[in-house]
């Protein structure tokens, strides 16, 4: 059974940064892993992926450039480095994972969920 649980969210202002992480309590090869995020009234939306091992990362064009996405196997954890920050950021962040080893956006593709954390971003 896989579990992934998020930390890192907050209060910030516009400009500033925060990190968040999520530990994958499952045998991470050959799984991608994403991050998503949810607006209140808004769908849940695609914002960054990486596979298990590296390398090539996706990104949505909201967030290309502003936001990094890494992962540490060695600690099972996920992270999403979010920098220059926006209003608009403001959402529940979830840390989701695909047994799947290939790339999607799609959240339907994706296995398993955290419970989510709360980044707030003011102006």
């Known amino acids: 059974q896989v579990q992934l649980v998020e930390s890192g969210g907050g209060l910030v202002q516009a400009g500033g940064s925060l990190r968040l992480s999520c530990v994958d309590s499952?045998?991470?090869?050959?799984?991608?892993h994403g991050w998503f995020r949810q607006a209140p009234g808004k769908e849940r939306e695609f914002v960054a992926a990486?596979?298990?091992?590296?390398?090539?990362?996706y990104y949505a064009d909201s967030v290309q450039g502003r936001f990094t996405i890494s992962r540490d196997n060695a600690k099972n954890t996920v992270y999403l480095q979010m920098n220059s920050l926006k209003p608009e950021d403001t959402a529940i962040y979830y840390c989701?994972?695909?047994?799947?080893?290939?790339?999607?956006?799609?959240?339907?593709?994706?296995?398993?969920w955290g419970q989510g954390t709360q980044v707030t971003v003011s102006s």
């Open positions: 499952g045998r991470t090869f050959s799984r991608y």
């Open positions: 990486i596979y298990w091992s590296g390398g090539t990362a």
């Open positions: 989701a994972s695909n047994v799947h080893a290939r790339y999607s956006s799609n959240l339907y593709d994706y296995d398993y």
